[in-house]
């Protein structure tokens, strides 16, 4: 069956996450190289042009043929799309004064376009962008703008061409399922034709097609994903064809190792590893956070090598199983013009290789978060499972930061910067950059998120905004100390984890959460040398976030717990949604 809307990929973040948004308005939808010819394209009933990390006026940029859009087709253009469009029918892009990251609101110009039919005003929107539209083409109107960007919205209705400069496809944007249904059916007419049912056994099936009479090798983390994904295996291929390994790379959180031991108790399938010196020997003195996810990926493959060695694998007869999802995928740079924002640990060039070999089967690489959990429902999983908040693969040593040089935290007209940088995505680009850190407590009422977003988009060099929640000495009297990762360090990132999951669990804030990441960063005074952030979000699909507030009474609980902790000289709060940070630090 062929698909009723081609999603051209200019290299977003969200791109795929396009896809699936109108697949779930029951329409069906394919991803297609933005240069695709038209020839490859006259079957579908309608376009659109997603977002992407480049310029339209920079040499080399994503291009499409100008004959698609001369070709009578809909069109709908989101964010670099709508530049695209513009620049190529004869408007003009240019850098905007200052770049949009986070939320913004939607104020509409015009009351009757068939697009934005039934959203109302000052909607919110999600916004990821520098340039922007500063002249549309000939023929298009405006139909909204924001504080900061005047052509939020586009259209020529005659052509039935239109562009957006927020993101409709992600969840934060609160009438963008609307404005896409708007243009699937009232625009270019679609009917439905795509439904999820029958997923788990369509994956099924493609487990057995990919795999052969091959038996699959999976590292299991405890995890949803891994945890889902070896189980369709198991189902798909039956208990003699599937084995896994859990590797402790003392890198993982307290109780971790016991609860995968009862999660899989019952299997028989699942050995244990201990590699801890191995991993955090392999680290000793790295303080880069993509050399950190490589050696750790790497490391990953080294054990696969030696434990198929040892129980007597090498027959050609095994592949590897991951659980990788398509997030992971994406913020790797894993589509051709998408920017790397980090590489995840299952995607470092030795499981490239393997995945060139044909020796790699993922089941949910095409999935998000939110659907892994469907999926793992309708396998019958433990909620207690299912429900778990997402931990990276490469486990703390991407939570405990680390820093050449001792630095000092230096004052500045919007707060403190402090010296230690953070991975951030602006515009579906992968920035490294210091954090910016407030001396205000982030009470409820205060509202503290949206000052943040402010704070970054008009801050030039920040992509992160932290407030102070409990401190030993004043901000400005803190350093940034030089420091690698030890097992002294990780051991007290993992006490303070510990404190927070169980105030958390205790408390029911775990539950109003999606993830809660704990991490630690070099910054201190005297002989306390490292703080605490905390980072408690709330997301759908990972692809997005925003930072969530905590009740007054547990954040006050929760620092003094902390600050018991006589290493610790600092906690602070994370105010940033995602974009402009990233959920993890790095």
Same mark, same amino acid.
Request: proline letters at 5%.
């Given at each position: 069956?062929?698909?009723?809307?081609?999603?051209?990929?200019?290299?977003?973040?969200?791109?795929?996450?396009?896809?699936?948004?109108?697949?779930?308005?029951?329409?069906?939808?394919?991803?297609?190289?933005?240069?695709?010819?038209?020839?490859?394209?006259?079957?579908?009933?309608?376009?659109?042009?997603?977002?992407?990390?480049?310029?339209?006026?920079?040499?080399?940029?994503?291009?499409?043929?100008?004959?698609?859009?001369?070709?009578?087709?809909?069109?709908?253009?989101?964010?670099?799309?709508?530049?695209?469009?513009?620049?190529?029918?004869?408007?003009?892009?240019?850098?905007?004064?200052?770049?949009?990251?986070?939320?913004?609101?939607?104020?509409?110009?015009?009351?009757?376009?068939?697009?934005?039919?039934?959203?109302?005003?000052?909607?919110?929107?999600?916004?990821?962008?520098?340039?922007?539209?500063?002249?549309?083409?000939?023929?298009?109107?405006?139909?909204?703008?924001?504080?900061?960007?005047?052509?939020?919205?586009?259209?020529?209705?005659?052509?039935?061409?239109?562009?957006?400069?927020?993101?409709?496809?992600?969840?934060?944007?609160?009438?963008?399922?609307?404005?896409?249904?708007?243009?699937?059916?009232?625009?270019?007419?679609?009917?439905?034709?795509?439904?999820?049912?029958?997923?788990?056994?369509?994956?099924?099936?493609?487990?057995?097609?990919?795999?052969?009479?091959?038996?699959?090798? *999976?590292?299991?983390? &405890?995890? =949803?994903?891994?945890?889902? /994904?070896?189980?369709?295996? !198991?189902? #798909? %291929?039956? @208990?003699?064809?599937?084995?896994?390994?859990?590797?402790?790379?003392?890198?993982?959180?307290?109780?971790?190792?016991?609860?995968?031991?009862?999660? *899989?108790?019952?299997? &028989?399938? =699942?050995?244990?590893?201990? /590699?801890?010196?191995?991993? !955090?020997? #392999? %680290?000793? @003195?790295?303080?880069?956070?993509?050399?950190?996810?490589?050696?750790?990926?790497?490391?990953?493959?080294?054990?696969?090598?030696?434990?198929?060695?040892?129980?007597?694998?090498?027959?050609?007869?095994?592949?590897?199983?991951?659980?990788?999802?398509?997030?992971?995928?994406?913020?790797?740079?894993?589509?051709?013009?998408?920017?790397?924002?980090?590489?995840?640990?299952?995607?470092?060039?030795?499981?490239?290789?393997?995945?060139?070999?044909?020796?790699?089967?993922?089941?949910?690489?095409?999935?998000?978060?939110?659907?892994?959990?469907?999926?793992?429902?309708?396998?019958?999983?433990?909620?207690?499972?299912?429900?778990?908040?997402?931990?990276?693969?490469?486990?703390?040593?991407?939570?405990?930061?680390?820093?050449?040089?001792?630095?000092?935290?230096?004052?500045?007209?919007?707060?403190?910067?402090?010296?230690?940088?953070?991975?951030?995505?602006?515009?579906?680009?992968?920035?490294?950059?210091?954090?910016?850190?407030?001396?205000?407590?982030?009470?409820?009422?205060?509202?503290?998120?949206?000052?943040?977003?402010?704070?970054?988009?008009?801050?030039?060099?920040?992509?992160?905004?932290?407030?102070?929640?409990?401190?030993?000495?004043?901000?400005?009297?803190?350093?940034?100390?030089?420091?690698?990762?030890?097992?002294?360090?990780?051991?007290?990132?993992?006490?303070?984890?510990?404190?927070?999951?169980?105030?958390?669990?205790?408390?029911?804030?775990?539950?109003?959460?999606?993830?809660?990441?704990?991490?630690?960063?070099?910054?201190?005074?005297?002989?306390?040398?490292?703080?605490?952030?905390?980072?408690?979000?709330?997301?759908?699909?990972?692809?997005?976030?925003?930072?969530?507030?905590?009740?007054?009474?547990?954040?006050?609980?929760?620092?003094?717990?902390?600050?018991?902790?006589?290493?610790?000289?600092?906690?602070?709060?994370?105010?940033?949604?995602?974009?402009?940070?990233?959920?993890?630090?790095?």
């Amino acid at each position: 069956m062929a698909a009723q809307i081609a999603v051209l990929d200019t290299g977003g973040q969200y791109c795929h996450l396009i896809a699936r948004k109108i697949r779930e308005l029951g329409v069906s939808s394919e991803v297609f190289a933005s240069e695709t010819p038209l020839e490859q394209l006259r079957h579908v009933r309608g376009i659109v042009i997603s977002g992407g990390p480049s310029s339209v006026y920079d040499e080399g940029s994503p291009t499409m043929e100008s004959a698609v859009l001369a070709a009578g087709i809909p069109v709908l253009g989101i964010c670099y799309g709508q530049q695209l469009i513009t620049h190529l029918l004869g408007g003009t892009v240019k850098p905007g004064t200052k770049g949009e990251y986070g939320l913004a609101l939607l104020d509409l110009a015009v009351a009757d376009s068939p697009l934005l039919a039934g959203v109302t005003d000052h909607q919110q929107v999600w916004m990821s962008h520098k340039d922007k539209v500063a002249v549309p083409p000939p023929g298009f109107s405006v139909l909204a703008s924001t504080s900061t960007c005047e052509t939020a919205a586009i259209e020529n209705r005659a052509l039935k061409m239109y562009g957006v400069q927020f993101h409709p496809e992600v969840v934060h944007s609160t009438e963008g399922m609307r404005i896409l249904s708007n243009f699937l059916f009232d625009i270019v007419g679609c009917e439905k034709d795509w439904s999820p049912g029958e997923r788990v056994e369509l994956v099924k099936q493609q487990i057995r097609d990919r795999v052969g009479d091959r038996k699959v090798f *999976f590292f299991v983390s &405890g995890g =949803v994903d891994s945890t889902v /994904a070896f189980m369709l295996c !198991l189902e #798909a %291929l039956g @208990g003699d064809h599937v084995r896994g390994v859990y590797v402790d790379t003392g890198l993982m959180r307290e109780g971790e190792t016991e609860f995968v031991r009862q999660t *899989f108790a019952g299997l &028989g399938l =699942v050995r244990i590893e201990d /590699a801890a010196e191995e991993f !955090l020997g #392999a %680290l000793e @003195g790295i303080r880069e956070p993509e050399l950190k996810r490589h050696i750790i990926g790497e490391q990953f493959v080294k054990i696969q090598e030696r434990i198929i060695d040892e129980i007597g694998l090498l027959n050609g007869k095994w592949i590897l199983g991951q659980g990788t999802i398509y997030p992971d995928t994406i913020e790797s740079g894993g589509t051709a013009k998408a920017a790397t924002i980090k590489t995840h640990h299952n995607r470092v060039p030795g499981i490239q290789k393997l995945m060139e070999a044909g020796l790699i089967v993922e089941p949910l690489a095409d999935f998000y978060k939110d659907e892994v959990r469907t999926i793992g429902r309708e396998l019958c999983l433990a909620p207690q499972l299912l429900d778990r908040h997402p931990f990276p693969g490469p486990g703390l040593a991407i939570r405990c930061l680390c820093a050449d040089e001792d630095l000092h935290v230096q004052r500045v007209p919007d707060g403190y910067l402090v010296p230690v940088r953070s991975v951030g995505v602006q515009g579906d680009f992968r920035t490294y950059a210091p954090v910016l850190a407030i001396d205000a407590f982030p009470t409820v009422a205060s509202r503290l998120q949206d000052q943040a977003t402010e704070l970054v988009n008009r801050t030039s060099g920040v992509n992160r905004v932290i407030a102070r929640v409990a401190a030993r000495e004043p901000l400005e009297h803190l350093r940034v100390f030089a420091s690698t990762i030890t097992h002294g360090r990780v051991d007290l990132l993992r006490e303070a984890d510990a404190v927070v999951r169980q105030m958390s669990a205790e408390s029911g804030f775990d539950k109003d959460v999606w993830q809660f990441p704990v991490i630690l960063i070099p910054v201190g005074a005297g002989e306390a040398r490292d703080s605490v952030v905390l980072r408690p979000i709330q997301s759908v699909d990972g692809m997005t976030a925003d930072s969530v507030s905590m009740p007054d009474e547990l954040l006050h609980a929760m620092a003094e717990r902390l600050m018991a902790i006589p290493e610790i000289a600092a906690v602070f709060y994370d105010l940033t949604h995602k974009p402009p940070g990233t959920i993890e630090w790095e």
